[in-house]
């Protein structure tokens, strides 16, 4: 015996915009408080290097110096953080959020040409700026090639500079 089912093409849209409603609902519940403070997200980053040392320039504006967490640990560099959000604003007046609230975590290998000992953080209008100073055998050095003919059985003369003092 075959069964007729009935096709009604606007019955998938229907499930689909639920699910969408679902979703947008369990995204902005009324627990506001905790949607807005629980989230993670990862500050931007800008990485720089010279012969001297690697920079890295991490933007995180609206966080204290006290919730700023720099780690060296293994060539690895783990640096973690959390913006609070302001409870001077009751969260119910908000119209809009789009500023990011919680903590985050950023890790960045290093370079083992990196003299982990001597990392430096400081935080200024926003930014957190880490430098890591390079060991000085991975600096670069120059090479002097004397010129001439060689002989058989003698060995070439190469010397070897060092990075100079003057920087």
């Known amino acids: 015996m075959t069964v007729l089912t009935r096709w009604e093409p606007f019955r998938e849209f229907a499930t689909l915009q639920d699910r969408m409603n679902r979703l947008f609902r369990e995204s902005f ?38 919730d700023i967490d720099v ?4 060539n690895t560099l783990t640096v973690h953080g959390e913006r609070k959000i302001e409870k001077e604003e ?27 000992e ?28 004397s010129v001439g003919s060689e002989k058989p059985g003698s060995e070439k003369h190469i010397e070897a500079k060092g990075p100079s003092k003057a920087a």
């Open 118 to 145: 001597h990392v430096s953080a400081n935080y200024d209008k926003g930014v957190l700026k880490i430098t890591l100073p390079k060991k000085a055998e991975a600096k670069p050095k120059q090479i002097k090639v």
């Open 71 to 74: 780690r060296v640990e293994n």
């Open 90 to 116: 009751k969260e119910e007046n908000y119209r809009r959020v789009e500023r990011q609230y919680g903590s985050f975590t950023r890790t960045f290998t290093l370079p083992t040409t990196v003299e982990t």
């Open 29 to 66: 519940n009324e627990g506001r408080d905790e949607s807005l403070t629980t989230s993670s997200f990862a500050p931007a980053v800008d990485v720089y290097e010279d012969e001297h040392k690697v920079t890295l320039k991490i933007e995180v504006p609206g966080i204290e110096e006290k």
